[in-house]
C-alpha cells in the first residue's frame, strides 16, 4: 500500500512542520517529492532535513520557490514541473495556518474583527488551495489520473471558538474538495481524485502558546481539548502520514470527496 515509487509528488507548504512531515513519509514511500515553499531559505532548510531521507530510500526530492496565492507564479511552477518530470501524481496542499489577528478572542466582540487579517487568513487557506488544484489538476485531467489531498481541520467539523476566519477558510477547502472530486470523476474518468485531511489537535509553533503555558503545563483550551478527545492526547505530526500515503496510492482507488478525521475521536465525541 504504502509503496509509491516511480510516483512524482508535490507537496505545497513543504517546508511548514505538517508539509516537511507529509514530504518525509511520500519520500520513505519512495515518491519523488517537489517541496514548494514561499522563500528560497525555508526551501532549502526543507530539503537539507528531507534529502538524506530520500537517499535512504531510493528516490529524490527537489524544491522551488512559489507564492501559493499569486496565479501567475502557480501557471509558471506547473509548467516548470511539467517540464521537468513531465506528469503529477499526487498533489498535497499542505499551505496554510492561522493569522492572529483573525482571531475572535472571549472578550471581543465579533465586529471587532481584524477585516484585513480575516481576508488573510482566508485567502492562504483557501485561495492557496484553489489555485494549486486548478493549475497542477490541469495535468491529471490530460494524464486522466492523479490524487489531490487537501488538508482540512476540525475547525470546519465544528464551530471552534476563537478561530473564525480559519474555520470559514477551511469550510470553503471542504467544499473545495468535494466539489472538485465530483468534476474530475465526471468529465476525465475515475483514475482523478480529490481528498482531504482533516487534523485534530497537534502541538507546534503556531499553537504552542494556545496549548501550553510557558512552564510547560495546559493551557485552560488545552484541557478542554483533551476531554473532547477520546484517546486524551495531542497528535504526533507525523501521525498524518499514513493517511496521505494512503490516499495517493493506489489502494484509495475507490475513495473520492472525502474529508477524512485524523484527530483521536474528537470529532466523533460530544464531550459527555
Known amino acids: 500500500m504504502t509503496n509509491l515509487k516511480n510516483k512524482i509528488a508535490v507537496v505545497t507548504g513543504g517546508t511548514g512542520v505538517l508539509g516537511s512531515n507529509v514530504s518525509e513519509g511520500l519520500l520513505q514511500a519512495q515518491a519523488t517529492v517537489i517541496v514548494v515553499g514561499s522563500r528560497q531559505e525555508t526551501v532549502d532548510k526543507a530539503l537539507a532535513k528531507l534529502t538524506p531521507v530520500a537517499e535512504a530510500n531510493g528516490t529524490t526530492v527537489t524544491g522551488f520557490v512559489c507564492n501559493v496565492l499569486n496565479h501567475d507564479d502557480i501557471t509558471a511552477l506547473t509548467q516548470k514541473v511539467k517540464d521537468q518530470f513531465q506528469r503529477v501524481d499526487i498533489l498535497v496542499n499542505a499551505a496554510g495556518g492561522n493569522v492572529a489577528g483573525a482571531n475572535i478572542m472571549d472578550d471581543m466582540n465579533v465586529y471587532e474583527c481584524d477585516m484585513d487579517a480575516l481576508k488573510k487568513v482566508v485567502d492562504l487557506n483557501l485561495w492557496g488551495t484553489v489555485y494549486p488544484c486548478l493549475s497542477f489538476g490541469r495535468i491529471m485531467a490530460e494524464q486522466k489520473s492523479g490524487s489531490i489531498i487537501n488538508v482540512s481541520s476540525m475547525a470546519a467539523y465544528d464551530s471552534l471558538s476563537r478561530v473564525m476566519g480559519y474555520s ?6 471542504n467544499a473545495l474538495t468535494k466539489w472538485l472530486a ?13 481528498n ?24 485552560e483550551r488545552s484541557h478542554k481539548v483533551l476531554n473532547k478527545t477520546p484517546m486524551g492526547r495531542f497528535g504526533d505530526i507525523s501521525e498524518l502520514n499514513g493517511i496521505v500515503r494512503f490516499l495517493a496510492s493506489e489502494e484509495a482507488s475507490f475513495v473520492t470527496g472525502t ?11 460530544a464531550g459527555v
Open 182 to 194: 465530483q468534476d474530475f470523476a465526471r468529465k476525465y474518468g475515475d483514475k482523478i481524485r480529490v
Open 259 to 269: 474529508i477524512i478525521p485524523v484527530d483521536g475521536g474528537f470529532s466523533s465525541f
Open 168 to 173: 470559514i477558510a477551511k469550510e470553503g477547502v
Open 196 to 219: 482531504a485531511i482533516a487534523p485534530g489537535f497537534f502541538i507546534g509553533e503556531q499553537n504552542r502558546k494556545a496549548l501550553l503555558n510557558d512552564d510547560g503545563s495546559l493551557t
